[in-house]
């Protein structure tokens, strides 16, 4: 079966911190050159909260005509405010051309209130924004509110739910939550690299993880060849490759993955508007160590080396 890689895109930022639409042109042709068969625009590796209103929309906007077709596009719709409020701008996102709009699980009800006030949210949210396609991203900020395969369930049989980016992190409640949603036009995207194989195995849609802003091409080969029995020794490798770096590529994200970009040729800069830790030296060598390793494995799997037009 064929698995996707949605890759939660970044943002590039010329150095004075202003969007940089060229670099957000080249990021998108680096995304579909290496394999992506869709984008998630406009999510937390975007710096979705950092950007204004009008922002968010042109990214998007600008997103969908790069892409032009190609694949599809989601990206985030809900944010503070109002449900009114979250509604109107869920329905300005789908305007823009995105196949579905995503609904961010923790803005949608309090660390503290109940699961029945976050169904019933969510289903009033539904109401209001006609029959606009959704999805669900588990972001980790506000707060991380996973949902329950039996609420996944609940909204997958309205047929508005088409897509679910997990991060919970439980091989279990992936399995459950691929099963909530079966024999519906619905797909679960796993965050969580480490059990990428096996959530893929498992009936997973693809892998929608911050290594792909890494090595895009690493994470469709993961795709293309999780269950290949001739590939066996090498799916190993690769998963390898992520799973002993993991902590790298998490620290002094998405500051450490711009760099890592521009050691593959794409003109962006390393600036970011989110707080962070310092990009130290310490930190520099270990991506290009890193970046050193991953060539030597491209070269064992005999991949193309990707680039953006310039």
């Known amino acids: 079966m064929n698995k996707k890689f949605i890759p939660v895109m970044l943002t590039p930022f010329k150095a004075n911190g202003e969007v940089d639409y060229d670099g957000l042109t080249q990021l998108t ?10 984008l998630f625009a406009n999510c937390l590796s975007s710096e979705m909260y950092e950007l204004t209103e009008t922002e968010r929309i042109q990214v998007v906007k600008h997103v969908v005509k790069v892409a032009n077709g190609s694949v599809p596009v989601v990206a985030t719709g809900t944010f503070q405010g109002t449900l009114n409020e979250q509604a109107e701008f869920v ?38 924004t006609d029959n606009i396609p959704v999805g669900f991203y588990e972001c980790p900020v506000p707060y991380k509110r996973v949902v329950s395969a039996d609420q996944l369930k609940l909204f997958a ?20 939550k691929i099963k909530a949603g079966s024999g519906r036009n619905f797909g679960l995207y796993d965050a969580f690299m480490v059990n990428a194989v096996k959530s893929l195995q498992a009936g997973a849609a693809g892998l929608s993880c911050i290594q792909g802003n890494y090595f895009a091409d690493l994470v ?42 521009q050691q593959q040729g794409l003109n962006i800069t390393t600036t970011i508007r989110t707080k962070s830790k310092a990009f130290s030296p310490d930190v520099k060598s ?12 491209q070269k064992e799997l005999q991949l193309e080396v990707v680039t953006s037009s310039m």
Not at 162 to 174: A, E, G, P
């Open 286 to 297: 270990g991506i290009d160590k890193l970046f050193n390793k991953y060539l030597l494995l």
């Open 91 to 128: 329905k300005r996102i789908y305007d823009v051309g995105t196949q579905a709009v995503i609904i961010i699980t923790g803005v949608m009800a309090t660390q503290h209130e109940d699961d029945p006030t976050f169904n019933q949210r969510i289903f009033d949210l539904l109401d209001l």
């Open 220 to 261: 469709v080969w993961i795709c293309e060849n999780y269950d290949n029995a001739d590939q066996c020794a090498e799916v190993e490798k690769v998963m390898d490759f992520f799973v002993n770096n993991m902590e790298l590529m998490h620290d002094v994200y998405p500051q450490s993955a711009k760099y890592c970009l």
């Open 157 to 176: 049989d309205t047929g508005r739910v088409i897509y679910h980016k997990d991060t919970c992190l439980d091989l279990m409640q992936v399995k459950a």
């Open 29 to 38: 042709e680096y995304y579909l050159k290496a394999g992506a068969q869709g």
